[in-house]
């Protein structure tokens, strides 16, 4: 057993999104995943007796555990995303566990934006159907770089290899348009608990590993950009007191990258360049600092930096333009219409946008492209072409999911309407000329 | 070549000093919910972490129930003392007698309800347009569902069918006049990886989660505090146990767990194979299978 209060031996963190509508037994997957690796509390669990008890049911109904909201209970389906918490020693896991309804698509988009893995559901009596589609072009769309898919409900199916196998072929021919980098399947019974934590007595056929230990072994630590530096500056540090009379520091997220004391860095949009002088985490100083840790860097030259700026890596610099290219999932009852206006965020700028073009829209279900369509509704997906008012400093969102993203704002109400992932520009833009600038 | 790996507890807080900048940057008036317990503890190094040498760019408001602990009251003072930032206390109590919080009939009644109307009181007066607080998703389901930005209209309700998509780490702080979000930057720790912090960082927390002894009374399955808020029925015998508290509240809801914790570690080592979740002993969220979500509606934190 690994020493809980030993500081020098660090656990991972894996977020992970689960998709499948209540059918697939997707909740009763995180339930016995949360139970089998001692992870549910007792009184949860009576809990969840109780409610047992109240509904007549005979069998626990673990989704009861991830569905919190009145509404959930009374409907007896996920509304909203729902995120749980589970450790094994080496290993620290998120899920977000998103409803599969298609009304609720904006919700799975949600759930995906941020995971490192998505646990796609199928029905083993059913095999790939839409929904299956659906979950898995969302999960390619916001750049999940591995997917599982989980064959459920084997005990429907008489554990039968035949009916896995059918399944797996289905979706691999299926999955080549979608680009998603890693594929593993497993066939489990989330009710049984077969292959989920342990593997299943009843299918010696199935060589591979159960859920839980795919999930703590599976390597994340390379699906991080640490080529292209990028630090957005969040909020300048000036405490304007006596000892610290004149310090300036930048603070932020480092997006993607490394970043080095000493190293050159260029400042844009200004197109201004600098060293690094100091690397600052609270009262530590470092000498490295990389992708995602929220450091303060103080640069050598007095620039102007204001937050909004980016402090970039000298020898790979990131997209300067206003005319953006991009994947856009729309997420509200008012559809996006060509020529309106919406407040854009992107890492940390604000800014107002216009749409230009609607290129086409992507039938999320068959991934056939509509060339006619003239609006994007609720749940819908589209390649969008935007003018921002001022430059936006990005990447594309296939090599940077932080500057590669963005959500739209409805000015007048201020709701989030739409999520984008900028496409790679086809033409590079002329690039500011940067070694003219002495400071 | 270095692997740059990152512990979760490095990622865990490098997220959240994100969203403390990303508030402290868009937001007029922000203001930090202070309970003493551990969760604001840790919201307070987060808050270092995000803006020293400076100061915080926001002050800190501790909702006084009245019916605190006074080992918590004390420290509270003390810490804020060390750490040299302004702090606002707004009494439950002060909401009583002006008659904008109304106390249930009858004793031994939590006052922790009657925190929302205090609290939204004290957001109307210093017209606070953002308010961070140190609730976890998971504590309890309908905070499970809740977003890090969690809007909250005239009436400081929260609706639970109408939150805004959250996505990446961009999140949407815009506001009209009256209307405020509460924001919760340890949304995604647990109560294991608070106390790996709290060891990691050395950071003091208030005597009461350590093993002491007390005088203590069983009542719903859990022990209570003797204390002059609640006095136990002729029936509940009172007597000395040694005990400690997993989450500081209000004396009359928060139970005590027998426990021979007497350090951070014991602590670690303790709740690695607890069977009972963290709130379990809360009085408050017993109630009912949503009470959680029925008390954030009228606006509890």
């Not at chain 1, 199928?122 to 898995?136: F, L, N, Y």
Request: charged share 25%.
């Amino acid at each position: 057993m690994t020493d809980l209060t030993d500081e020098n031996s660090p656990t991972e963190l894996l977020r992970f999104s689960t998709c499948g509508s209540v059918d697939d037994g997707k909740s009763t997957l995180i339930g016995r995943l949360l139970y089998d690796s001692k992870s549910l509390f007792e009184d949860q669990l009576a809990a969840l007796e109780s409610a047992k008890q109240l509904s007549g049911n005979t069998e626990i109904n673990l989704a009861n555990l991830t569905d919190g909201l009145r509404a959930e209970r009374e409907q007896g389906i996920t509304i909203d995303v729902a995120y749980r918490y589970f450790a094994t020693p080496n290993r620290k896991f998120i899920v977000a566990d998103t409803p599969g309804h298609v009304q609720y698509t904006r919700n799975m988009v949600t759930g995906a934006s941020t995971a490192n893995l998505a646990v796609v559901l199928v029905d083993a009596r059913k095999g790939v159907i839409e929904q299956t589609r659906r979950h898995s072009y969302i999960a390619s769309l916001l750049g999940i770089p591995h997917l599982v898919l989980c064959v459920n409900k084997m005990d429907l199916v008489d554990y039968d290899q035949d009916v896995f196998t059918r399944i797996r072929n289905d979706f691999e021919e299926f999955s080549t348009r979608l680009g998603i980098q890693d594929i593993t399947y497993i066939p489990v019974s989330a009710l049984g608990g077969d292959n989920v934590v342990d593997l299943s007595e009843n299918m010696p056929w199935y060589n591979g590993p159960p859920l839980l230990s795919y999930l703590e072994n599976v390597h994340i630590a390379n699906d991080r950009n640490l080529t292209h530096g990028r630090l957005p500056v969040q909020w300048v540090i000036r405490p304007r007191s006596d000892e610290y009379h004149d310090f300036r520091a930048y603070s932020g997220q480092i997006a993607s990258g490394v970043f080095k004391v000493g190293e050159e860095v260029v400042i844009l949009p200004s197109g201004k360049s600098s060293r690094i002088k100091d690397i600052l985490n609270f009262e530590d100083k470092l000498p490295v600092a990389y992708a995602p840790m929220s450091i303060a860097v103080r640069l050598e030259d007095e620039v102007d930096v204001s937050r909004g700026d980016m402090i970039v890596a000298k020898d790979n610099v990131p997209h300067v333009s206003r005319d953006i290219d991009a994947m856009v999932c729309w997420m509200h009852d008012r559809p996006m219409l060509t020529g309106k206006h919406y407040a854009i965020k992107h890492t940390v700028s604000n800014d107002k946008t216009v749409v230009k073009e609607l290129l086409y829209r992507v039938d999320i279900n068959t991934l056939e492209s509509d060339l006619s369509a003239t609006s994007l509704g609720l749940n819908e997906v589209g390649r969008v072409k935007l003018k921002t008012q001022n430059p936006l400093i990005f990447d594309a969102y296939t090599i940077n999911r932080s500057t590669g993203s963005f959500i739209l704002i409805d000015g007048a109400t201020h709701a989030t309407v739409g999520a984008g992932m900028i496409c790679e520009p086809a033409l590079e833009p002329p690039m500011p000329k940067y070694e003219g600038y002495v400071i | 070549m270095e692997n740059y790996q990152l512990s979760h507890l490095d990622a865990l807080e490098s997220e959240s000093i994100q969203i403390m900048r990303e508030v402290a940057a868009e937001f007029e008036r922000p203001v930090l919910l202070f309970s003493g317990g551990k969760d604001s503890l840790i919201m307070l190094r987060i808050a270092e972490k995000a803006f020293r040498p400076a100061r915080f760019p926001f002050p800190i408001m501790h909702v006084d129930t009245g019916h605190n602990f006074p080992e918590v009251l004390e420290f509270r003072d003390r810490l804020i003392e060390e750490i040299g930032e302004r702090l606002i206390v707004r009494k439950v109590e002060d909401a009583i007698e002006k008659g904008i919080a109304v106390e249930t009939e009858g004793g031994d009644v939590s006052r922790n309800r009657l925190q929302s109307p205090t609290l939204l009181n004290a957001i109307e007066e210093f017209k606070f347009d953002a308010a961070f607080g140190g609730g976890r998703r998971d504590e309890e389901k309908a905070r499970a569902k809740e977003r890090i930005f969690s809007f909250r209209d005239e009436f400081g309700q929260w609706d639970p069918k109408n939150q805004r998509p959250e996505l990446w780490n961009l999140y949407n702080g815009r506001i009209f006049s009256g209307e405020n979000i509460r924001v919760f930057p340890i949304s995604d720790w647990t109560e294991l990886d608070v106390w790996q912090y709290i060891q990691r960082e050395n950071l003091e927390v208030p005597s009461i989660y350590f093993s002491h002894d007390r005088e203590v009374f069983y009542r719903d399955n859990q022990w209570l505090s003797a204390s002059p808020y609640m006095a136990p029925r002729d029936s509940e015998e009172v007597v000395v146990k040694n005990i400690r508290f997993r989450t500081v509240g209000d004396m009359v809801c928060t139970g005590a767990i027998e426990s021979k914790a007497l350090c951070v570690s014991d602590i670690i080592n303790e709740i690695a194979v607890f069977r009972v979740s963290e709130r379990g002993g809360r009085a408050d969220d017993r109630f009912s299978e949503t009470a959680m979500e029925d008390r954030k509606k009228e606006g509890y934190f």
